[in-house]
């Protein structure tokens, strides 16, 4: 009989096609077209469970996306692992910058390039095929093992913080296991112990009621698209701290120990500023680049638009304009409140020559997990095995909304073990994923089961 590691050297090349056949579909979670194919990447995954031979595969109807669920839970005395991925992914837009067409698998220097191969399809699909190479060779699953992949996580997982409501029995875990985060560098594993939090938000300025000819009209009406620029210049101050009231309020400081923790990564601001070909870094005072994008808040304007945006000039005053802005969170800082306090200021520093509606979108909190979690241990340990390079732990400035309340709602803590890189684009065209941590990551999963019971305390 094979062993585990065996099988999955032997399947390398299976494993690869199944997920390019998964990363052939478009299930943009955002765009109502492809409502069809994000329940057919759900309905892949229901088949890919049953194949394998998993118990109580499910694929759960939402008002949004369907939830799939499947398990194997051989043990009444060894931890349960549930398995959190998601199968949706962003739009591929613009289409035009793509090298190789977004959902066509394509393979260069050992990368496979499509829309999702990174976030999340190819990293949440690596603990698929290690419980497979367990179940093929007939090896027991050294833990229980329960997977949870939704279709709504980049549109803010609207309908599975419901779903874990409702399902705490079927989902009673001991942790959460999830690869959709990034390695501090190429064969440098490292596990994310904090993710920032999220408000989203959309500012609507509204001016006369129609676009106005800007000579008739330039210089006696309120631009919106000017005042727009003013509010959104009224956000920060020029050492980067965000000017909304209250903002900073419930921020945790920093430690002096979690500063050094920061400071000891070996993080390269040359390789950084190169890789985006920028002259200076830039952010709030005091602080330095890796700990202004992962533990400290940010806010960025998104989106931007109003007037005329068409070839050459036409002369027009908009009657209205438009901005998105994200602020990204940290511990203690709560969405909810966050966005009051946004609303609030945005709409105390408008004069009454417009209208502005300030409305909000999804959020999420922030999370930073205990370092002292025996299975971040076991995590760890799995890691270094198949890399054989010592792990890092990390903070990450992305979020995913979910890892907050599966500590809230299931009292659990969750395990990112991510296999990404900054260089995949996640969200930008040209998204990729290396082949070598694909294969590594269904290694360092199928590890991970098996020494996690020597690290139970
Ligand atoms: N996988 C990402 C989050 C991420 C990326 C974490 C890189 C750490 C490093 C996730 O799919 C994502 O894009 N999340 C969104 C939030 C969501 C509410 C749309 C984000 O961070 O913008
Ligand atoms: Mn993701
Ligand atoms: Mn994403």
Redesign the pocket.
Known sequence: MKSIQEYIDANEEKYKEELFELLRIPSVSTSSKNKGDVKKAAEFLVNQFEEIGLDKVTLHETEGHPIVTAEKCPHDDRPTVLVYG?YDV?PSDPDELWKTPPFEPTIKDGRVYARGSS??KGQSFTHIKSVEAYMKTGTELPVNVKFILEGE?????PHLIPFINDHKDLLSCDMVLIS???MFGEDQPSI?YG?RG?AYMEIKVTGPNRDLHSGVYGGGVENPANLLCEIIAKLKDEDGRIQIPGFYDDVEPLTEEQRTAIHELPFDEEAFKKNLELKEVHGEKGYNTHERTTARPSLDVNGLWGGYQGEGAKTVLPGEAHAKVSMRLVPNQDPKKIAKLFKEYVESIVPDTVVVDVMEH?G?HPVVIDLDFYGLKAAAKAFEDVYEKEVLFSR??????IVADFKKVLGVNSILM?F?LTKDA??SPNESFSLKDFHRGIKTSARFFEVLPDFVE
């Open positions: 998601h962003q976030d999340d996580e980049e549109i803010g997982s959709d985060t990034a994310t993710l999220l999804h999420g990450e400035g992305g979020s995913i909304p991510g990404g996640l969200h």
